[in-house]
């Protein structure tokens, strides 16, 4: 009985083959390589929601602190929505022609070469390309409406659908904007001169200049109002900047009080907050041109401020960009 038992044992191992081997899981000729450390990978950029237009308006000569000093409510009420910078940086000099030609162009002054702060037709246009040029090639409506005529030679008039100057004050200019709105456009400018106008007669911070302030923040809420009537909110995405700050009846110099401007930008895929990466004013054409999914070019100076978005940046972003010159 035992030797039928142990004849049965053997007969079953026989059948089921011998017992796997721990070694034998991989072929001896697989071996597994481990990835190289992606130490310096770039973050991967995210699509923007869709954003079918955008729209940037400056008020000359806004210094950052005049916004809830003077106080400008409805902008203050915006930034609530808003990612934004109180250190963001202009040029140097920071002349309006010069300032918003690097808003507009993406490029330093030593690039554009708007050295000029005065109409002067026979200098010409600001060398590009620019956000305009760009916008115009992609078939986008592109308008401006400004208070000062030099602003067209900020960019090529060919790269300019409507240029119309506006009256004196934000408030004229605001009314000729509304009463002839582009339902359109895809790249709207809108330049309010007055807060300029007053720190250089009255000086920065006077009482002349915070009242035209509070004038210009209610023109804001007026064109943020007739978005919404005309169901293009959503699909707009919104800056308010400056061109440069002022300090007494001045702004010309390297002082901080001069070069710091706000930078505020609202609508699809903005994640409020204030921004803590350093911003400059010729990231203004880089991330409106990113945002409308037009090429960046590759001599522009300016960045997509990505952060404003929730991403990180996959280039580093110096501080200040354009050196002073």
Not at 17 to 23: E, L, N, R, T, V
Not at 149 to 169: C, H
Not at 232 to 244: G, I, M, N, P, Q
């Amino acid at each position: 009985m035992r030797t039928t038992s142990i004849l049965l044992l053997i007969l079953f191992l026989a059948a089921c083959g011998p017992a796997p081997s721990p070694a034998a899981a991989l072929p001896p000729t697989l071996t597994v390589t481990p990835l190289p450390p992606t130490e310096t990978a770039s973050p991967t950029v995210t699509p923007m929601p869709p954003v079918r237009r955008v729209l940037i308006l400056s008020f000359d000569g806004l210094r950052p602190d005049a916004i809830a000093q003077a106080p400008m409510t409805n902008l203050l009420a915006l930034m609530q929505t808003s990612a934004y910078s109180i250190n963001a940086q202009t040029i140097f000099p920071s002349g309006t022609l010069m300032a918003h030609a690097s808003m507009l162009t993406g490029l330093c002054p030593a690039k554009h070469g708007v050295d000029w702060n005065d109409y002067l037709p026979d200098r010409g246009y600001a060398n590009g390309p620019s956000l305009f040029d760009g916008a115009h090639a992609a078939g986008l409506q592109t308008v401006m409406v400004v208070g000062k005529k030099k602003l067209v030679q900020v960019t090529d008039p060919a790269g300019v659908d409507s240029f119309t100057l506006g009256g004196v004050s934000d408030v004229t200019i605001t009314q000729t904007l509304l009463d002839n709105f582009p339902d359109d456009f895809g790249l709207l400018f809108i330049h309010f001169p007055t807060p300029d106008d007053m720190g250089d007669e009255y000086g920065w911070m006077s009482w002349q200049y915070l009242d035209v302030l509070r004038q210009g923040d209610a023109a804001l809420a007026s064109i943020l109002q007739t978005l919404d009537e005309k169901n293009l909110r959503d699909e707009t995405l919104v800056f308010v900047t400056a061109d440069h700050g002022g300090h007494e009846f001045s702004h010309y110099t390297a002082q901080p009080v001069d070069m710091t401007i706000p930078w505020i930008v609202s609508g699809p895929g903005v994640v409020p907050g204030e921004l803590t990466v350093p911003v400059n004013t010729t990231d203004t054409a880089a991330t409106a041109a990113w945002a409308l999914g037009l090429d960046l070019p590759s001599a522009w100076d300016g960045l997509p401020v990505y952060e404003a978005f929730g991403q990180t940046s996959p280039l580093p972003r110096p501080d200040p960009r354009c050196p002073l010159e």
